[in-house]
């Protein structure tokens, strides 16, 4: 099997006009360890490449982060295979609110050095102590009760959104050298 994609732009726009099906978008990622990087880049192309998931996913060794969208008669077979994958379990899930049925055309799966371009060294933090996951209701609860929120967008992205109140850190990128 291929490992990349092979077909043009316009065929791909083709193949995607001809389904009688819709796509889910979302967006997901993980800090994790993921110690062959290789094996497992290669094993997530298979596997979404025959539930016909497209997208972007950069895979490396401190996690993974993707930007997908899923066939909806795919739905459940997809979150049964993030499920039955320890690296990917109780994966918190971003769905898009809006959509676009274009928003890929192909599937992408890159080896990358890191997921996030922080300039960070990697023994500069362990990227497995994470904090605790809040719901819609919980992070509400946590605001009302004095807790601080600093928004680490980029100028950029903060000018498309941003939270109500949060402290922007106003940095041009997301670089610990270029802050």
């Not at 043009?8 to 099906?21: C, G, I, P, T, Y």
């Not at 055309?105 to 990358?112: A, H, M, P, Q, S």
């Not at 050095?113 to 996951?133: E, F, P, Q, R, W």
Request: charged share 25%.
């Amino acid at each position: 099997m291929q490992l990349r994609n092979i077909y043009s732009k316009e065929d791909l726009r083709k193949k995607l006009a001809a389904e009688n099906f819709s796509r889910k978008t979302l967006s997901f990622y993980r800090y994790v360890i993921i110690n062959d990087v290789d094996a497992f880049r290669d094993t997530l192309y298979k596997d979404f490449t025959t539930l016909s998931i497209l997208g972007r996913i950069y895979v490396a060794h401190e996690g993974i982060n993707a930007q997908i969208n899923v066939p909806e008669p795919q739905w459940h077979t997809f979150l049964n295979y993030l499920e039955q994958n320890p690296l990917l379990k109780n994966m918190p899930l971003k769905i898009a609110v809006e959509d676009s049925p274009e928003s890929f055309l192909k599937l992408i799966v890159r080896k990358k050095n890191k997921i996030v371009a922080d300039g960070l060294s990697d023994n500069t933090y362990d990227v497995t102590n994470v904090g605790t996951h809040l719901n819609a209701e919980e992070f509400n609860n946590a605001i009302d009760n004095g807790a601080i929120v600093i928004d680490m967008r980029n100028h950029y992205e903060s000018e498309v959104g941003y939270f109500h109140n949060a402290t922007k850190t106003r940095c041009r990128h997301f670089q610990a050298s270029h802050a």
